[in-house]
Protein backbone atom coordinates (compact mmCIF):
# COMPACT_ATOMS: atom_id res chain seq x y z
CA UNK A 1 0.00 0.00 0.00
CA UNK A 2 1.19 3.55 -0.75
CA UNK A 3 -0.42 7.03 -1.57
CA UNK A 4 0.40 7.67 -5.61
CA UNK A 5 -0.97 11.04 -5.38
CA UNK A 6 -0.88 13.81 -2.60
CA UNK A 7 -2.95 16.91 -2.85
CA UNK A 8 -1.94 20.11 -0.82
CA UNK A 9 -4.02 23.16 -0.41
CA UNK A 10 -1.62 26.28 -1.09
CA UNK A 11 -2.74 29.13 0.76
CA UNK A 12 -3.57 32.36 -0.88
CA UNK A 13 -4.12 34.03 2.06
CA UNK A 14 -1.87 32.59 5.01
CA UNK A 15 1.50 31.84 4.81
CA UNK A 16 1.78 27.92 4.11
CA UNK A 17 5.03 27.60 3.19
CA UNK A 18 6.08 25.06 5.77
CA UNK A 19 3.28 22.78 4.51
CA UNK A 20 4.23 22.88 1.51
CA UNK A 21 7.94 21.94 1.87
CA UNK A 22 6.58 18.57 4.41
CA UNK A 23 4.04 17.64 1.32
CA UNK A 24 7.36 17.93 -0.88
CA UNK A 25 8.83 15.70 1.05
CA UNK A 26 6.23 12.71 1.64
CA UNK A 27 5.46 13.22 -2.09
CA UNK A 28 9.33 12.10 -2.60
CA UNK A 29 9.19 9.66 -0.22
CA UNK A 30 6.67 8.02 -1.40
CA UNK A 31 7.69 8.83 -5.41
CA UNK A 32 3.74 10.59 -5.33
CA UNK A 33 2.36 12.80 -7.72
CA UNK A 34 2.12 16.28 -5.94
CA UNK A 35 -0.72 18.63 -7.16
CA UNK A 36 -0.82 21.51 -5.83
CA UNK A 37 -4.25 23.26 -5.23
CA UNK A 38 -4.54 27.16 -4.42
CA UNK A 39 -8.73 29.26 -4.87
CA UNK A 40 -9.56 32.92 -4.57
CA UNK A 41 -12.77 33.74 -3.62
CA UNK A 42 -14.59 37.20 -3.96
CA UNK A 43 -14.70 39.30 -1.05
CA UNK A 44 -18.13 40.02 -0.40
CA UNK A 45 -18.70 44.12 -0.02
CA UNK A 46 -21.10 43.62 2.27
CA UNK A 47 -21.01 41.20 5.66
CA UNK A 48 -23.24 40.90 8.54
CA UNK A 49 -23.78 37.61 10.14
CA UNK A 50 -24.45 34.68 7.69
CA UNK A 51 -25.73 37.36 5.21
CA UNK A 52 -22.84 38.66 2.32
CA UNK A 53 -23.25 40.45 -0.55
CA UNK A 54 -21.44 40.24 -3.48
CA UNK A 55 -20.38 43.32 -6.10
CA UNK A 56 -19.61 42.36 -9.33
CA UNK A 57 -15.96 42.46 -9.68
CA UNK A 58 -13.56 44.74 -12.43
CA UNK A 59 -11.77 42.62 -15.05
CA UNK A 60 -8.51 44.69 -13.53
CA UNK A 61 -9.83 42.69 -10.11
CA UNK A 62 -9.88 39.63 -11.89
CA UNK A 63 -7.42 39.72 -13.90
CA UNK A 64 -4.83 40.31 -10.80
CA UNK A 65 -6.25 37.15 -9.01
CA UNK A 66 -5.55 35.52 -11.84
CA UNK A 67 -2.08 36.80 -12.07
CA UNK A 68 -1.64 35.93 -8.29
CA UNK A 69 -2.75 32.43 -8.80
CA UNK A 70 -0.79 32.11 -11.39
CA UNK A 71 2.56 33.33 -9.71
CA UNK A 72 1.63 30.61 -7.15
CA UNK A 73 1.17 27.87 -9.71
CA UNK A 74 5.08 29.01 -10.86
CA UNK A 75 6.45 28.84 -7.26
CA UNK A 76 4.90 25.51 -6.76
CA UNK A 77 5.83 23.95 -9.90
CA UNK A 78 9.80 24.93 -9.65
CA UNK A 79 9.59 24.05 -6.04
CA UNK A 80 8.46 20.58 -7.14
CA UNK A 81 11.30 19.66 -9.64
CA UNK A 82 12.59 17.03 -7.40
CA UNK A 83 9.60 15.20 -7.88
CA UNK A 84 8.66 12.69 -10.51
CA UNK A 85 5.19 14.52 -11.22
CA UNK A 86 3.80 17.58 -9.72
CA UNK A 87 0.42 19.65 -10.95
CA UNK A 88 -0.83 23.22 -10.38
CA UNK A 89 -4.46 23.54 -10.03
CA UNK A 90 -6.24 26.78 -9.24
CA UNK A 91 -9.31 28.84 -9.72
CA UNK A 92 -11.61 31.96 -8.84
CA UNK A 93 -13.42 30.07 -5.83
CA UNK A 94 -13.90 29.84 -2.33
CA UNK A 95 -10.92 27.43 -1.43
CA UNK A 96 -13.01 24.82 0.56
CA UNK A 97 -15.06 23.95 -2.45
CA UNK A 98 -12.23 23.83 -4.61
CA UNK A 99 -10.30 21.34 -2.71
CA UNK A 100 -13.10 19.05 -1.68
CA UNK A 101 -14.03 18.73 -5.38
CA UNK A 102 -10.21 18.12 -6.60
CA UNK A 103 -9.65 15.77 -4.16
CA UNK A 104 -10.78 12.61 -6.55
CA UNK A 105 -7.78 13.51 -7.77
CA UNK A 106 -5.83 12.28 -4.95
CA UNK A 107 -5.04 9.40 -2.42
CA UNK A 108 -4.59 12.05 0.35
CA UNK A 109 -5.14 15.59 0.89
CA UNK A 110 -2.64 18.11 2.83
CA UNK A 111 -4.46 21.21 4.50
CA UNK A 112 -3.40 23.49 7.27
CA UNK A 113 -5.23 24.08 10.53
CA UNK A 114 -8.62 25.55 11.34
CA UNK A 115 -8.60 29.26 11.41
CA UNK A 116 -11.98 30.67 12.67
CA UNK A 117 -11.22 33.66 11.35
CA UNK A 118 -10.99 32.68 7.58
CA UNK A 119 -13.36 28.88 8.09
CA UNK A 120 -15.25 30.94 5.74
CA UNK A 121 -13.03 30.24 3.25
CA UNK A 122 -10.42 27.65 4.38
CA UNK A 123 -11.84 24.78 6.55
CA UNK A 124 -10.33 21.93 6.81
CA UNK A 125 -13.33 20.12 8.77
CA UNK A 126 -15.75 20.66 5.94
CA UNK A 127 -12.62 19.17 3.69
CA UNK A 128 -12.78 16.25 5.54
CA UNK A 129 -16.40 15.76 5.40
CA UNK A 130 -16.99 16.58 1.75
CA UNK A 131 -13.69 15.10 0.20
CA UNK A 132 -14.04 11.32 1.14
CA UNK A 133 -10.20 10.92 0.84
CA UNK A 134 -8.50 11.18 4.49
CA UNK A 135 -7.27 14.19 5.11
CA UNK A 136 -3.47 15.57 6.77
CA UNK A 137 -4.21 18.86 9.24
CA UNK A 138 -0.63 20.18 9.35
CA UNK A 139 -0.02 23.02 12.12
CA UNK A 140 1.26 26.62 11.06
CA UNK A 141 4.52 26.01 12.57
CA UNK A 142 5.91 22.37 12.04
CA UNK A 143 9.25 21.38 10.39
CA UNK A 144 9.41 18.77 7.63
CA UNK A 145 9.74 15.39 9.84
CA UNK A 146 9.40 11.55 8.97
CA UNK A 147 6.34 10.85 10.63
CA UNK A 148 8.71 7.78 12.20
CA UNK A 149 6.51 7.99 15.86
CA UNK A 150 3.15 7.33 15.10
CA UNK A 151 0.15 7.88 18.03
CA UNK A 152 -3.42 6.15 16.99
CA UNK A 153 -5.94 7.49 19.14
CA UNK A 154 -8.17 4.19 18.98
CA UNK A 155 -12.23 4.41 18.97
CA UNK A 156 -13.85 1.47 18.07
CA UNK A 157 -16.06 3.28 15.76
CA UNK A 158 -15.95 3.42 11.44
CA UNK A 159 -14.45 6.66 11.15
CA UNK A 160 -11.38 5.27 13.53
CA UNK A 161 -11.61 2.02 11.68
CA UNK A 162 -11.23 4.03 7.96
CA UNK A 163 -8.56 6.42 9.51
CA UNK A 164 -6.10 3.67 10.95
CA UNK A 165 -6.85 1.41 6.97
CA UNK A 166 -5.98 5.06 5.27
CA UNK A 167 -2.73 5.26 7.74
CA UNK A 168 -1.10 2.38 6.80
CA UNK A 169 1.24 3.53 4.22
CA UNK A 170 2.80 5.64 7.04
CA UNK A 171 1.90 3.23 9.94
CA UNK A 172 4.22 0.82 7.72
CA UNK A 173 7.32 3.55 7.56
CA UNK A 174 7.01 4.38 10.96
CA UNK A 175 9.75 3.06 13.38
CA UNK A 176 7.35 3.09 16.35
CA UNK A 177 3.33 3.16 16.37
CA UNK A 178 1.68 3.90 19.83
CA UNK A 179 -1.89 2.22 20.17
CA UNK A 180 -4.01 4.07 22.72
CA UNK A 181 -7.56 4.61 23.87
CA UNK A 182 -8.46 7.02 25.74
CA UNK A 183 -11.50 5.85 28.62
CA UNK A 184 -14.62 7.85 28.92
CA UNK A 185 -16.04 5.92 31.61
CA UNK A 186 -15.45 2.51 29.35
CA UNK A 187 -14.55 -0.76 31.01
CA UNK A 188 -10.40 -1.21 30.97
CA UNK A 189 -11.06 -4.67 29.36
CA UNK A 190 -13.08 -4.29 26.60
CA UNK A 191 -10.41 -2.04 25.47
CA UNK A 192 -7.82 -3.66 25.52
CA UNK A 193 -9.43 -6.57 23.93
CA UNK A 194 -9.76 -3.92 21.04
CA UNK A 195 -6.46 -2.83 20.88
CA UNK A 196 -5.02 -6.37 21.29
CA UNK A 197 -7.52 -6.41 17.74
CA UNK A 198 -6.01 -3.90 16.29
CA UNK A 199 -2.74 -4.67 16.78
CA UNK A 200 -2.61 -8.22 15.73
CA UNK A 201 -4.60 -6.36 12.62
CA UNK A 202 -1.33 -4.08 12.24
CA UNK A 203 1.33 -6.53 12.66
CA UNK A 204 -0.12 -8.69 9.58
CA UNK A 205 0.41 -5.45 7.88
CA UNK A 206 3.66 -5.33 8.69
CA UNK A 207 3.88 -2.69 11.51
CA UNK A 208 6.11 -2.21 14.47
CA UNK A 209 3.05 -1.66 17.15
CA UNK A 210 5.14 -1.11 20.53
CA UNK A 211 2.50 -0.59 23.12
CA UNK A 212 -1.10 -0.71 24.04
CA UNK A 213 -2.34 1.86 26.25
CA UNK A 214 -5.59 2.29 27.75
CA UNK A 215 -5.65 5.89 29.54
CA UNK A 216 -8.29 6.97 31.94
CA UNK A 217 -9.54 10.56 30.34
CA UNK A 218 -8.83 13.17 33.43
CA UNK A 219 -9.40 16.42 31.01
CA UNK A 220 -11.23 16.26 28.00
CA UNK A 221 -10.22 13.69 25.25
CA UNK A 222 -8.24 15.99 22.87
CA UNK A 223 -6.58 17.69 25.85
CA UNK A 224 -5.09 14.37 26.87
CA UNK A 225 -4.33 12.86 23.76
CA UNK A 226 -2.33 15.97 22.51
CA UNK A 227 -0.47 15.30 26.10
CA UNK A 228 0.09 11.73 25.48
CA UNK A 229 1.56 12.48 22.06
CA UNK A 230 3.69 15.16 23.19
CA UNK A 231 5.14 13.08 26.02
CA UNK A 232 5.82 10.83 23.57
CA UNK A 233 7.39 13.00 21.02
CA UNK A 234 5.37 11.36 18.46
CA UNK A 235 5.03 13.57 15.31
CA UNK A 236 1.95 12.63 14.01
CA UNK A 237 -1.89 11.67 15.45
CA UNK A 238 -3.98 9.23 13.56
CA UNK A 239 -7.55 9.33 14.23
CA UNK A 240 -11.38 9.25 13.11
CA UNK A 241 -13.15 12.18 11.81
CA UNK A 242 -16.32 12.96 13.69
CA UNK A 243 -19.07 15.27 12.08
CA UNK A 244 -22.34 16.23 9.97
CA UNK A 245 -24.40 18.92 8.56
CA UNK A 246 -27.32 20.25 10.52
CA UNK A 247 -29.62 22.71 8.77
CA UNK A 248 -26.23 23.97 7.03
CA UNK A 249 -24.14 24.28 9.65
CA UNK A 250 -21.10 21.34 10.16
CA UNK A 251 -21.09 19.87 13.44
CA UNK A 252 -17.96 18.19 14.61
CA UNK A 253 -17.08 16.55 17.97
CA UNK A 254 -14.95 17.87 20.30
CA UNK A 255 -12.08 15.88 20.03
CA UNK A 256 -12.28 16.38 15.92
CA UNK A 257 -13.15 20.12 16.89
CA UNK A 258 -9.99 20.67 18.56
CA UNK A 259 -7.33 18.40 16.77
CA UNK A 260 -8.46 20.42 13.81
CA UNK A 261 -8.03 23.93 15.18
CA UNK A 262 -5.02 23.42 18.42
CA UNK A 263 -2.98 20.20 17.71
CA UNK A 264 0.46 21.62 17.68
CA UNK A 265 1.48 18.06 16.05
CA UNK A 266 0.46 16.52 12.33
CA UNK A 267 -2.52 14.84 12.56
CA UNK A 268 -4.43 12.73 9.78
CA UNK A 269 -8.12 12.20 10.07
CA UNK A 270 -10.60 10.39 7.74
CA UNK A 271 -14.06 10.34 7.84
Given at each position: ?????????????????????????????????????????????????????????????????????????????????????????????????????EARAADL????????????????????????????????????????????????????????????????????????????????????????????????????????????????????????????????????????????????GGVTHDL????????????
Amino acid sequence: MSYATMMVHVDAERDSEQRVQLALELAERFEATLIGVAGLALRPTFASGEIAVYGEPTDRELQQMRVRLEEMGKKFCTQGECLEQVEWRSALEVPTDLVSREARAADLVIVGPRHPASSALVDPGVILLRAGRPVLVVPDIVAPRGFRRIVVAWKDTRECRRALRDAIPFLQQANEVLLVEIGEGEAQSPAKKHLADVAGYLVRHRVVVAAEIVRPARSPVATELQRFARDEQADLIVAGGYGHSRLGEWIFGGVTHDLLATSAICCMLSH
